[in-house]
């Protein structure tokens, strides 16, 4: 059984563009989580989809955002970036909403130039 | 604010060696306790979970963890280190209230010698 897949791999963008970042999940699997793995802060909760619904956010301003598609995937968008943005971007999902097992994907590095 | 912390940042051992990771986390509600580890240049894969139930969960590769609610605690241990062990390893806790975020510990990194 495929395990959760990002793409692209590795992003490197300038300051004040734009990046989208892509999450499929486990099949059946219908929640999607996005979380920031930054150098010296740790793994920060994200965003949380689940039935084509953001049903939470974490502490990150409006320029992150993103959406889940009818088949589940994701999108994680953020606009105007900023070097701090740099970081590595995981993906994961599980089965059930909320308090569930959540199976992560390798992850997106983004660079921010 | 829940939060999860881990007692050490980087823990170096000799093969066979026991290894035990604290982790300590606040919240006074019903909680999922997780670990997870990160292979060098791999992604982070589960280890070992806890819901309900006997507080003594097993793992993969013979990694077990005790919950102790009183002490809010639910630390890692291996009774012999083997040189694969060598990773980063994550504490985590999430819970009914908290909309399916996941609290990670800031991380565990395991040196072993061979």
């Known amino acids: 059984e495929a395990g959760v897949t990002q793409s692209p791999t590795h992003l490197i963008k300038t300051r004040g563009q734009q990046a989208t970042l892509r999450c499929s999940p486990i099949?059946?699997?219908?929640?999607v989580y996005w979380y920031q793995q930054a150098l010296g802060l740790g793994l920060q909760f994200l965003l949380w989809?689940?039935?084509?619904?953001?049903?939470n956010r974490g502490n990150f301003p409006p320029r992150f955002s993103g959406r889940q598609f009818p088949n589940y995937s994701s999108e994680l968008n953020v606009n105007a970036l900023e070097l701090e943005d740099s970081a590595l971007y995981l993906c994961?999902?599980?089965?059930?909403?909320?308090?569930?097992?959540?199976?992560f994907g390798p992850g997106t590095r983004l660079t921010v130039l | 604010a829940q939060s999860v912390s881990q007692h050490n940042h980087h823990v170096i051992l000799s093969e066979a060696a026991s290894l035990e990771l604290g982790c300590n986390y606040s919240?006074?509600?019903?909680?999922?306790l997780f670990w997870y580890v990160q292979y060098p240049g791999q992604h982070l894969q589960l280890l070992l979970k806890?819901?309900?139930?006997?507080?003594l969960v097993k793992g993969i590769k013979g990694f077990e963890a005790e919950f102790i609610k009183s002490k809010f605690s639910f630390n890692l241990r291996k009774p012999s280190v083997q040189w694969s062990d060598t990773a980063e390893y994550f504490c985590?806790?999430?819970?009914?209230?908290?909309?399916?975020?996941?609290?990670f510990g800031q991380g565990t990194e395991l040196s072993v010698k061979p």
């Open positions: 994961a999902s599980s089965q059930l909403r909320g308090t569930d097992t959540q199976y």
């Open positions: 099949s059946g699997h219908t929640s």
């Open positions: 989809y689940d039935e084509g619904e953001e049903r």
């Open positions: 919240y006074g509600g019903t909680v999922n």
């Open positions: 806890y819901f309900s139930g006997d507080p």
């Open positions: 985590a806790v999430n819970a009914e209230n908290q909309g399916g975020k996941l609290i």
